[in-house]
């Protein structure tokens, strides 16, 4: 059985407010359960699945499944979009350290499964 993936990382709340909130998201992959697809949880427990390879693709450039976004934004910062009933939700990430969690997908995965 393939091992599980869960990392952290540090990302921002984007809002009109002069100071961006920052906050620590658990960022999940499970290779047995869901291979073509990552996971990202709030601290509020809201949690988000979506296709792996729309990370993958907004890293590069936009790409969208459901009610999730993603995006380059400068050299160094994604950006994801979450949209609920409620509205949206805006939050930045260092474009490294989704990256990282993406190559340990990929190890975690298998040739089976690589995407």
Do not use: N
């Amino acid at each position: 059985m393939s091992p599980t993936v869960e990392e952290h990382a540090r990302a921002r709340i984007v809002t009109d407010a002069p100071q961006h909130r920052s906050v620590r998201v658990t960022l999940g992959y499970d290779p047995a359960g869901h291979p073509s697809e990552v996971r990202f949880s709030f601290p509020s427990g809201r949690a988000w699945e979506f296709p792996r390879d729309v990370l993958e693709q907004g890293l590069r450039g936009p790409a969208r499944s459901g009610d999730v976004e993603v995006w380059p934004c400068g050299r160094v910062q994604t950006v994801v979009e979450f949209h609920t009933p409620d509205g949206v939700a805006v939050v930045q990430f260092d474009s490294s350290e989704l990256k990282r969690f993406l190559r340990h997908t990929r190890e975690a995965a298998g040739p089976a499964t690589r995407g």
